[in-house]
């Protein structure tokens, strides 16, 4: 079973609008990562947030990780049509480093 | 920069056909994978090598071999291929943990049709 699962599996917005992601997993992490992935693509790493940070921005990106909860959450502010796109989150769980995907949100946003 | 290149882009195959789907890296990085990903869902890890030299099973090994054929190569096999196996397959590698974590490299990815 897939260690991450996000949250909607859809979204749809309108342009300039906030998008946000939520992400859970089961077990306790090294490190947890947002990745997008553009149809047709191979996907892109957008962020990584360490087990003991529990918030970290990138340009638009927002990422909060709590890890009492075992869940993420990613924010894309000031969302543009370019940012229509699937958003997976990945965690490395153990000291093999593999890194294990959840199933995706799929975002549209609207112009 | 390449980054990471697997081949073939698209391939059709017969049921219990073999083919080997290449990859190559030129970032000097220690780790490789190979994933598949099915309509509407996330990726699955089917092999990854850790470092040259070793190889381990992920998620959903079964029906595939993988080789580690140097630090820059990863190929995966399929034997004896199964419409199961219809499916895009992607190589990926990161850099030793420490570094940039884990932050792994996608290629673009191969469309394989069993039929």
């Known amino acids: 079973s897939q260690q991450g699962e996000e949250d909607p599996q859809a979204l749809s917005i309108q342009e300039g609008e906030n998008a946000t992601m939520n992400c859970s997993y089961k077990t306790s992490i090294n490190n947890l990562q947002w990745y997008r992935q553009n149809s047709g693509r191979g996907l892109v790493h957008l962020i990584l947030i360490r087990s003991n940070e529990r918030e970290k921005h990138s340009g638009r990106l927002r990422v909060t990780l709590d890890t009492s909860k075992k869940s993420s959450s990613l924010l894309i502010t000031a969302s543009r049509a370019a940012d229509t796109a699937s958003y997976f989150c990945a965690t490395d769980t153990d000291s093999s480093y593999k890194l294990i995907f959840g199933s995706g949100t799929r975002l549209l946003v609207r112009p | 920069n390449a980054g990471v290149t697997q081949t073939p882009k698209f391939q059709v195959l017969k049921t219990g056909q073999s083919m080997t789907l290449q990859c190559a890296q030129d970032m000097n990085h220690n780790s490789m994978y190979w994933y598949r990903q099915d309509p509407g869902m996330g990726l699955r890890l089917i092999y990854y090598?850790?470092?040259?030299?070793?190889?381990d099973k992920g998620e959903v090994p079964n029906g595939y071999n993988v080789s580690r054929l140097n630090k820059r190569e990863f190929s995966l096999r399929l034997e004896s291929a199964a419409p199961s196996q219809t499916s895009v397959y992607f190589c990926a590698s990161s850099g030793y943990p420490g570094t940039d974590g884990t932050t792994i490299y996608f290629g673009e990815g191969s469309w394989l049709t069993v039929v």
């Open positions: 090598s850790a470092s040259e030299g070793t190889t």
